[in-house]
C-alpha cells in the first residue's frame, strides 16, 4: 500500500491498515499534518451547523466520533464548554428551512426555539457513545455567571459542549508511531516527494536518494493538493475546491478572563459564523471561510486579521481587541469537493473517488472530511483497500487509544498518583511531570529516563528543558526547526516563538542534527516569529 499525503486522514488511515497486518508506505511532501491538518479550529466538534443544512448522517458521525476522540485521546482532546448566545425567540427559523430544503438563506439570528429543537437533536446523536453533559437553556442572568461581557442585545444561551484539540500536529504523529509499531514493515516518510510514475512503478526522492515502489493500491490522501498529486502520477483530474479557514491567537486578558474556559459560537452581522475560546492561556479566534484556488497560497491575511480582530465587538462590545494584540495567525485549506454555489455551503462530508494509473493499480482519492471524522474515514478507506486485496479485517480501531492516550489517567485523583509515582522515580518535581504529561500524554515516560539524568531548563523558555527537545529530534521525524517549534510542540502556536526562542533552539537542532551555519541561518530565517518579538 503507497498513501500519498500525511495529514490527519492520511496518518488515519496508515494505522488502521497497520493494524490490520498490510505493510504501507507514506509519503509526505512537508512535514505530517503541516499542510491543512494544521490550519483548523482545533476543535472535535459534532458539527452543530451541518443540521442548519440536512447533513443529519454527518452530525451524527462527527458526534460520535468526538466522543469517541474524549477517551481515546484524553492527552490531547478534552471537554469545552460552548455557549451559542440567542437574540430572539423566533429568530431563525425560516432561514433555517429554507437551508434544509437547499435554498440560500442568510442566518444572522439564530433563535432560543431554533437553538433549542438544533441542542437536542444534536445530544440524541452524541448518545451512542454519550462522553459529554447534555445542553441546557440559560437566561441572561444563569449566562453573565457563566461568561461576562456579552453585548447586551444577547437574551440567553444555549450551554452545549464540544472537544477541544490542544496538539493536533502530534496526534498525527501518535498515529503513525503507534502504526510502526503494531507493523514494524510499515513506514512513513516526511520531507519525500513522488518524482512520477510509470507501468505501475511510483519512483519518489528522500534524503538525497531515488526509490521505487510498486503498491498494489495507491491512496491520494493529499487534501486540497489532491489534483496536484494526481499530475505527479500522470493523471489528470478536476476533484478539489478550496475553502480558506484563517485564525489568530491573541494575548487579550480581558477577553480570556471574560470567557471563563468557555467557547462561544456566534453568528455575525454578514451572516458568518465566528468562534473564540480559551487556548493555551491565549484567545483564539476564527474562522474564515474563503474561496482559494491554490492551497499553497493560502495565509490569514492582513484584511482577515483585522476582521477576526473588528467582529469581536459584535459580541464583546467593551473588550477591544487589536492587531497590536496577535501573537499568532494561521490559516489552513479545507479539502472540499469542488462545486458552485456558495463556498460555505459546500459539504463537510468525505467521500472516496476511484482512478486507475495506466498500466498500473487503483488510486483511490480521499475527497473531504474533517478532523473530527478522520477515524471513521481512514476505516472507511482501509477497509475499500481491505476487499482490493482480498483481506479481512483483524482489528477494530473504535476504541484503540492513540499515542500518549494509552493508560492515560482520568480524573484528577488519578493524575495525582501518576505524577507522584514518576516524580519519585525520576526525582522531577511534581510540576514539571504535570507539565509533560499535558504535552505528551503518557508518551512521557519514554522521555523520563533522560530527563532524570539532566534537565536543562532553556534560557529563553524555561518551561521547555535542552534534553526535552534533544528527545524530541531523536525520535520524532524533526527534519527541521520548523517541525520542532510549529508541530512537535506548541511554542510557535502559543505565541512565544521570540527570536531568542528561536536561536536557543536553532543551536539544540544543529548540534543534534549536525547541520552547519548555512543550514541553521535558512532554517532560522523560514520561521514565523511571533509578535512577541
Known amino acids: 500500500m503507497l498513501i500519498l499525503g500525511g495529514g490527519i486522514n492520511g496518518c488515519g488511515t496508515f494505522r488502521d491498515l497497520c493494524a490490520q497486518g498490510v505493510d504501507c508506505l507514506l509519503i509526505e511532501r512537508d512535514d505530517f499534518c503541516s499542510g491543512a491538518s494544521a490550519g483548523s479550529s482545533r476543535l472535535m466538534h459534532g458539527g452543530l451547523k451541518y443540521l442548519e443544512t440536512g447533513e443529519f448522517r454527518l452530525v451524527r458521525e462527527s458526534a460520535e466520533e468526538r466522543d469517541r476522540l474524549l477517551c481515546n485521546a484524553a492527552h490531547y482532546v478534552t471537554p469545552l464548554p460552548s455557549i451559542l448566545p440567542l437574540r430572539s425567540r423566533f429568530g431563525g427559523?425560516?432561514?433555517s428551512i429554507r437551508r434544509f430544503l437547499g435554498g440560500k438563506a442568510s442566518l444572522t439570528d439564530r433563535g432560543s426555539l431554533i437553538t433549542r429543537a438544533g441542542l437536542t437533536l444534536y445530544d440524541l446523536y452524541g448518545r451512542r457513545v454519550s462522553a459529554l453533559p447534555g445542553h441546557k437553556m440559560l437566561s441572561r442572568r444563569a449566562l453573565d455567571a457563566r461568561v461576562a461581557g456579552l453585548d447586551a442585545g444577547v437574551i440567553g444561551a444555549g450551554l452545549y459542549y464540544?472537544?477541544?484539540l490542544s496538539y493536533a500536529e502530534r496526534l498525527g504523529l501518535e498515529l503513525l508511531l503507534d502504526g510502526e509499531t503494531m507493523h514494524p514493515a510499515s513506514r512513513a516518510l516526511n520531507h519525500a516527494c513522488v518524482v512520477g510514475a510509470q507501468s505501475g512503478v511510483v519512483t519518489y526522492a528522500h534524503e538525497g536518494a531515488t526509490h521505487r515502489v510498486r503498491p498494489r493500491v495507491i491512496i491520494n490522501a493529499g487534501g486540497a493538493w489532491i489534483d496536484r498529486i494526481n499530475a505527479d502520477l500522470g493523471l489528470e483530474t478536476d476533484l478539489m475546491g478550496g475553502s480558506k479557514g484563517a485564525h489568530i491567537v491573541v494575548e487579550n486578558p480581558a477577553l480570556f478572563a471574560a470567557l471563563n474556559g468557555h467557547m462561544v459560537y456566534f453568528g455575525t452581522r454578514d451572516g458568518r459564523v465566528n468562534l473564540l475560546y480559551p487556548f493555551m492561556d491565549r484567545v483564539l479566534i476564527g474562522s474564515t471561510d474563503i474561496k482559494i484556488d491554490d492551497p499553497d497560497a493560502a495565509q490569514c491575511?492582513?484584511?482577515?486579521?483585522?476582521?477576526l480582530c473588528a467582529v469581536i465587538a459584535e459580541i464583546f462590545p467593551e473588550i477591544p481587541v487589536g492587531e497590536d494584540q496577535i501573537l499568532y495567525?494561521?490559516?489552513g485549506v479545507r479539502p472540499l469537493p469542488r462545486a458552485d454555489g456558495e463556498i460555505g455551503l459546500v459539504t463537510r462530508d468525505h467521500s472516496i473517488a476511484e482512478l486507475t494509473l495506466p498500466e498500473g493499480p487503483q488510486v483511490l482519492c480521499l475527497i473531504g472530511g474533517k478532523w473530527t471524522t478522520f477515524r471513521k474515514f481512514s476505516e472507511t478507506a482501509a477497509t475499500e483497500v481491505l476487499?482490493?486485496?482480498?483481506?479481512?479485517r483483524q482489528r477494530a480501531t473504535e476504541t484503540m487509544p492513540i499515542g500518549g492516550g494509552r493508560d492515560f489517567p482520568m480524573?484528577?485523583?488519578?493524575r495525582a498518583v501518576w505524577i507522584a509515582e514518576r516524580s519519585h522515580s525520576s526525582g522531577l518535581?511534581?510540576?514539571?511531570?504535570?507539565?509533560l504529561l499535558s504535552r505528551y500524554g503518557t508518551r512521557v515516560d519514554t522521555m523520563l529516563p533522560a530527563l532524570s539524568r539532566s534537565d536543562t531548563p532553556l534560557l529563553a523558555l524555561p518551561d521547555y528543558s535542552r534534553e526535552e527537545l534533544m528527545h524530541l529530534l531523536r525520535t520524532e521525524r524533526v527534519g527541521g526547526l520548523s517541525d520542532l517549534l510549529l508541530r512537535r510542540t506548541s511554542i510557535a502556536?502559543?505565541?512565544?516563538l521570540t527570536p531568542e526562542v528561536a536561536q536557543e533552539a536553532a543551536r539544540i537542532v544543529a548540534e543534534t542534527l549536525g547541520w552547519n551555519a548555512d543550514t541553521t541561518r535558512e532554517a532560522l530565517d523560514r520561521l514565523p516569529v511571533s509578535r512577541a518579538a
Open 429 to 435: 518535581p511534581a510540576g514539571r511531570i504535570d507539565t
Open 329 to 331: 495567525r494561521f490559516s
Open 301 to 307: 491575511d492582513e484584511d482577515e486579521a483585522a476582521y
Open 411 to 414: 480524573g484528577a485523583d488519578a
Open 387 to 392: 476487499t482490493r486485496l482480498g483481506r479481512a
Open 162 to 164: 464540544e472537544g477541544q
Open 93 to 95: 427559523i425560516l432561514p
Open 493 to 496: 502556536l502559543s505565541g512565544r
